[in-house]
């Protein structure tokens, strides 16, 4: 079984910075792909960033130039630095892992930490 924490949520002003960490706990060898997805009240999940093991990205258009997903498979962490924030960025933040490259369905929630941007 995996278990995903994150951390790295708070409350910044529009155009301010963020980092989200997330690591994974349990077996290493059951992930490969790990990303982030966002939930702001009343809409669905919706994903903002993963990567694969090996390194292929993927960005929701929205992000695109302003955050940067990373990990460190040795630590199985993964990280979004999250630029030039903006108050439409504010939701709850859940990191997700999967044993396949993609997080079309993942098999691992993290609990989620909010992000709050003030205009």
């Known amino acids: 079984q995996v278990q995903l924490v994150e951390s790295g949520g708070g409350l910044v002003q529009a155009g301010g910075s963020l980092r989200l960490s997330c690591a994974a706990s349990?077996?290493?060898?059951?992930?490969?792909?790990m990303g982030w997805f966002r939930q702001a009240p009343g809409k669905q999940r919706d994903v903002v960033a993963t990567m694969t093991r090996g390194g292929s990205t993927h960005y929701t258009d929205s992000v695109k130039g302003r955050f940067t997903i990373s990990r460190d498979n040795a630590k199985n962490t993964v990280y979004l630095q999250m630029n030039s924030l903006k108050p439409e960025d504010t939701a709850v933040y859940y990191c997700?892992?999967?044993?396949?490259?993609?997080?079309?369905?993942?098999?691992?929630w993290g609990q989620g930490t909010q992000v709050t941007v003030s205009s």
């Open positions: 349990g077996s290493r060898f059951s992930i490969n792909a």
């Open positions: 997700a892992a999967d044993p396949r490259p993609n997080l079309f369905t993942p098999d691992y």
